[in-house]
Nanobody
Framework: QVQLVESGGGLVQAGGSLRLSCAAS????????MGWFRQAPGKEREFVVA????????YYADSVKGRFTASRDNAKNTVYLQMSSLKPEDTAVYYC?????????????????WGQGTQVTVSS
């Protein structure tokens, strides 16, 4: 089993920045590619970014391209999401996910493990 714990969420004004962290523990060798998803109240959970095991390849949703940057530090078993130029539309609970084999990692159904989420609120 893999356990994921997100942190770094909070309240920020539009145009500001936040960095989310996701610490993995357990059988981290089974995490494969990792991803970030988000879910706003009353909306479906949506894909944000997927990052390869090595951290050299990332795939971003169009809505966050140029504003969000994913990275990972395998020595620390941690993946990060640096968010800048935040908009009110970015307000959501952000979830870290792990276990995608590398195919279809934009689809939440292809992940095996999920964190509990961290709230990001962007005020106007």
């Amino acid at each position: 089993q893999v356990q994921l714990v997100e942190s770094g969420g909070g309240l920020v004004q539009a145009g500001g920045s936040l960095r989310l962290s996701c610490a993995a523990s357990g059988r981290t060798s089974s995490t494969y590619a990792m991803g970030w998803f988000r879910q706003a109240p009353g909306k479906e959970r949506e894909f944000v970014v997927a990052i390869s095991m090595s951290g050299t390849k990332s795939y971003y949703a169009d809505s966050v391209k140029g504003r969000f940057t994913a990275s990972r530090d395998n020595a620390k078993n941690t993946v990060y999401l640096q968010m800048s130029s935040l908009k009110p539309e970015d307000t959501a609970v952000y979830y870290c996910a792990a276990g995608c084999s590398g195919v279809g990692c934009h689809d939440e159904d292809n992940y095996d493990y999920w964190g509990q989420g961290t709230q990001v609120t962007v005020s106007s």
